[in-house]
């Protein structure tokens, strides 16, 4: 099973800031099958990014993610205020798909 | 566009079963695989099982592994999620969720199972 460690857990940042959310997974993510999902309350996720990279229809521009080795980020350049939330990795290479602890962005 | 409505929740004893459904439109099941993802209160998502777009083979969290079936009825074009001998830590809301081969790619806003006596 592949385990994906998000961090930080939680992000305090200031809308205009940049926000740099991590995920390190425990071996190799074939393919770049990863995915960012953005969740808020009350609500289902919504995905964001997959391939690692590729950002899903209507995402805008300040979403971007990027891979390093095992090594995941997903950056928001400029955070706006529906940007707070929680942001989930995901890998869909192999059975059981997992997902990441989770990153809250919260508004300082 | 796609759309996805689950339904079947609700409470249930330990050891009890129910059924959960989620009716899809714009687009059909029988030519695209489907996920059950669980949000359990307060905490992470889990991915539960997936039905790949063949319709015959099934993939399960070990945590539900034997206990839980995932199928799909083309004619209804429907999915569901049959669970059995459900436990306290099986509470959580259910997602259906269209797969882009196994991308979780479109979501249901989710129903809530709760095991509890």
């Known amino acids: 099973e592949i385990v994906l460690t998000q961090s930080p857990a939680t992000l305090s940042l200031s809308p205009g800031e940049r926000a740099t959310l991590s995920c390190g997974a425990s071996?190799?993510?074939?393919?770049?099958?990863l995915a960012w999902y953005q969740q808020k309350p009350g609500l289902a996720p919504r995905l964001l990014i997959y391939?690692?990279?590729t950002r899903a229809t209507g995402i805008p521009d300040r979403f971007s993610g990027s891979r390093s080795g095992t090594d995941f980020t997903l950056t928001i350049s400029r955070l706006e205020p529906e940007d707070f939330a929680v942001y989930y990795c995901?890998?869909?290479?192999?059975?059981?798909?997992?997902f990441g602890g989770g990153t809250k962005v919260e508004i300082k | 566009q796609v759309q996805l409505v689950e339904s079947g929740g609700g409470v249930v004893q330990p050891g009890g079963s129910l059924r959960l459904s989620c009716a899809a439109s714009?687009?059909?099941?029988?030519?695209?695989?489907m996920h059950w993802v669980r949000q359990a209160p307060g905490k992470g998502l889990e991915w539960v099982a997936l039905?790949?777009?063949?319709?015959?083979?099934?993939y399960y969290a070990d945590s539900v592994k034997g206990r839980f079936t995932i199928s799909r009825d083309n004619s209804r074009n429907t999915l569901s999620l049959q669970m059995n001998s459900l436990r306290a830590e099986d509470t959580a809301v259910y997602y259906c969720?269209?797969?882009?081969?196994?991308?979780?790619?479109?979501w249901g806003q989710g129903t809530l199972v709760t095991v509890s006596s």
């Open positions: 969720v269209k797969a882009s081969g196994w991308l979780m790619h479109y």
């Open positions: 714009g687009f059909t099941v029988s030519t695209s695989g």
């Open positions: 039905l790949r777009y063949d319709g015959i083979n099934e």
């Open positions: 071996q190799s993510v074939s393919s770049n099958y």
């Open positions: 391939d690692a990279s």
């Open positions: 995901q890998q869909y290479c192999c059975s059981p798909l997992t």
